[in-house]
């Protein structure tokens, strides 16, 4: 049984210009120990996403349809109290922006034990001592010294570290990482993320790591999801989403990534390629993506909504139009 | 910590100089001298005598040093009108009560408004929050006095019978709780705006959604996370509040009859005692000046930021 089976995954938001459907029927699943990795633009819902399964997503949106399946319970039908009782526990989460995911009115060492007393029930020195423990893992130096310091002592890939600490404290069995490294420094992003996947395997936790930086996924995650509009437009293993994407969407995102010399691996942040992301009010009819697609024609692209389909054993792709299928060239190149 | 108050402290010493000097130097500006005002003239050789007794002959710095060590050593001097009063026998009779009355008040607010703000940000856009705070903006725009008059008349004259507040004076329990109410009023809207929307703030926070997704009880979360964040303008406020309920219950003394210090002080003032206003004037600056620190240390508690950066 897989360790987290998300169906069909609907979250909207109610506002007044009307329905936003920030996540549109997203469907994955993700296997022990594995590494899941979620890209796609600014807006296209993988914030939502993860937000939905954990739980924790504000008025006014709500999840409106869909499961998430957690070791054999759906989160979404779970009661308040019991969702906390899985939270921060059999799953961890670390947040963007590490500068402000810590109480500054607070001491990290506060912040680590009061995980470890409330879901592991241990008493204040036991605490204690696994939270320098905690830090130490986290490679903090000098982390009984540091326990009792407030959060504006610490640098930003230091507070992330401490966050990291907090998301594994309870030994999670799936941690969720919304875009760690964005908001740190260039310096720091690799030795987060190196700390990251050397965590991943002593615990053997599932990750499901969301990035802008397809570097950070290329070499790591065993499988990836490209989303678009709120919904999964593609979804493979890694080697063969970079080796041979299908959808034009993620066509145009690898190839506005820089070539980095002498290494097969292709680096870099996602650019924008040409266009905006719809608005989520009022979504294309049928392909999102056909507006920005050079090879949305003349066909069905406007007017019938192309399903996910596998195009190959493990490689599913939401277009009318994937590589290995097209034989012409792009419309406006005709 | 101990470094922080220390120095923050010391830092008081200075501000209360600068009072002392200010305050003379107002009652400088007066014209005149207490001791001609007309109907009380003296002969010149009783003035030279005055004057020599209270330092009047002497240049203004010569007397400014008298008058700081009369303040530090808590001699504030003779009343200038009453006999036989000094202003230390003003003050010890009248300021208790202003002290009492102010601390009631400000308890009221605490009490009732922190807890309104709390509820009203919990429940944000019910019918709850509603009426809260529509009670809580209306209250606002009321003055104190139309508020005393209207307690007084329900309570003290319209349900006499069952309700054992009498309409003025000031004794035990029963007399303060209606001008503590009347006084504490403002604040305590003051106190629940202030708090909903530092409440509402703080929800909105990613350090909530951390403590969230930590699976902590939501009455933790609220307890402790939100309530020491949303806290800290709540606290800020409260000091020049503190300062304002015991100086300028005024108003409130005088509807209830009350002998606070407000009172005394606005007669020092139309009755050209001005020992006692300068004396009375130190006490309430130094009520503020100590209220502000009070709120320093509290709010270097709250926040740890501000400790570091001042130390
Ligand atoms: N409070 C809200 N009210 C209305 N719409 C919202 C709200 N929060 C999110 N959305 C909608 O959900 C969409 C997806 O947001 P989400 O945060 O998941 O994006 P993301 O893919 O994580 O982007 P980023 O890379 O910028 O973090 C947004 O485009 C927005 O339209
Ligand atoms: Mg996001």
């Known amino acids: 049984m897989a360790l987290l089976e998300v169906e069909d995954l609907r979250t909207y938001f109610k506002t007044r210009e009307g329905e936003v459907r920030a996540v549109d029927g997203v469907s994955f699943s993700l296997e022990h120990s594995k590494m899941l990795g979620i890209v796609g633009e600014s807006g296209c819902g993988k914030s939502v996403t993860v937000l939905s399964i954990m739980g924790l997503v504000q008025t006014p949106g709500r999840v409106v349809g869909g499961s998430a399946v957690f070791q054999g319970r759906d989160l979404v039908q779970l009661k308040g109290r019991e969702l906390e009782d899985v939270r921060g526990h059999e799953i961890g989460m670390i947040f963007q922006d590490p500068m402000t995911s810590l109480n500054p009115t607070l001491t990290i060492g506060t912040q680590l034990t009061e995980t470890l007393r409330r879901h592991l029930g241990m008493n204040k020195d036991q605490a204690r001592k696994r939270a320098v423990e905690l830090l130490e893992e986290v490679h903090i130096p000098n982390a009984a010294r540091r326990l009792d310091d407030y959060p504006h002592r610490y640098s930003g890939g230091m507070r992330q570290r401490v966050m990291i600490a907090i998301a594994i404290s309870c030994n999670p069995k799936l941690l969720i990482a919304d875009e760690p490294t964005t908001a740190l420094d260039v310096t720091v992003q690799a030795g987060v993320l190196d700390l990251l996947h050397e965590?991943?395997?002593?615990?053997?936790?599932?990750?499901?790591?969301?990035?802008?930086?397809?570097?950070?996924?290329?070499?790591?995650?065993?499988?990836?999801?490209?989303?678009?509009?709120?919904?999964?437009?593609?979804?493979?293993?890694?080697?063969?989403?970079?080796?041979?994407?299908?959808?034009?969407?993620?066509?145009?995102?690898?190839?506005?990534?820089?070539?980095?010399?002498?290494?097969?691996?292709?680096?870099?942040?996602?650019?924008?390629?040409?266009?905006?992301?719809?608005?989520?009010?009022?979504?294309?009819?049928?392909?999102?993506?056909?507006?920005?697609?050079?090879?949305?024609?003349?066909?069905?692209?406007?007017?019938?909504?192309p399903d996910l389909r596998e195009i190959r054993p493990g490689h599913w792709v939401r277009s009318s139009h994937p590589t290995s299928e097209r034989a012409a060239a792009p419309v406006g190149a005709r | 910590m101990l470094k922080f108050i220390i120095r923050r402290v010391a830092w008081t010493i200075p501000v209360i100089l600068l009072v002392i000097f200010m305050t003379f130097l107002m009652m400088r500006q007066i014209k005149g001298n207490p001791f001609q005002v007309t109907e009380r003239a003296v002969n010149e050789a009783t003035q030279r005598t005055l004057d020599r007794k209270f330092h009047l002959d002497q240049p203004w710095y010569i007397q400014y040093a008298y008058y700081v060590k009369g303040v530090f050593t808590a001699n504030l001097g003779p009343s200038l009108v009453q006999r036989d009063r000094d202003v230390n026998d003003v003050i010890k009779d009248h300021f208790p009560v202003s002290l009492k009355l102010g601390g009631l008040a400000m308890l009221w607010a605490v009490l009732v408004g922190i807890p309104l703000g709390i509820i009203a940000a919990l429940k944000q856009n019910t019918k709850l929050d509603y009426a809260v705070m529509a009670v809580v903006n209306a209250g606002y725009a009321l003055p104190n006095f139309l508020i005393a008059t209207v307690l007084i008349y329900l309570f003290a004259v319209k349900w006499r019978e069952h309700t054992p507040f009498p309409t003025n004076g000031w004794g035990g329990w029963e007399t303060w709780v209606l001008p503590a109410a009347a006084l504490g009023h403002a604040p305590m809207t003051f106190f629940a705006r202030i708090v909903r929307g530092s409440m509402l703030e703080t929800l909105q926070q990613d350090y909530i959604r951390t403590a969230k997704a930590k699976g902590l009880r939501w009455r933790r979360v609220v307890g402790l996370h939100v309530l020491r964040n949303s806290l800290i303008p709540a606290v800020t406020a409260a000091a020049p509040l503190l300062g304002f309920l015991i100086t300028g219950s005024f108003i409130v003394e005088f509807v209830f009859g009350i002998p606070g210090i407000g009172r005394y002080f606005v007669n020092s003032v139309t009755a050209r005692d001005y020992s006692v206003t300068m004396g009375i004037t130190i006490l309430l600056s130094m009520i503020i000046i100590f209220a502000n620190l009070l709120v320093d240390i509290l709010y270097g508690y709250l926040d740890p930021r501000t400790r570091d950066v001042r130390t």
């Open chain 1, 199 to 305: 965590l991943r395997s002593i615990h053997e936790m599932g990750v499901i790591i969301i990035t802008h930086d397809m570097g950070v996924v290329a070499e790591t995650a065993d499988d990836i999801i490209v989303m678009y509009a709120g919904q999964i437009v593609e979804q493979a293993t890694a080697l063969d989403l970079f080796d041979r994407p299908e959808h034009p969407y993620t066509e145009a995102l690898l190839e506005a990534l820089p070539q980095v010399e002498g290494e097969g691996i292709r680096e870099g942040r996602l650019r924008s390629i040409s266009g905006r992301p719809p608005d989520l009010l009022d979504p294309p009819p049928a392909c999102r993506f056909a507006p920005r697609c050079a090879y949305a024609g003349q066909d069905d692209c406007a007017t019938v909504p």
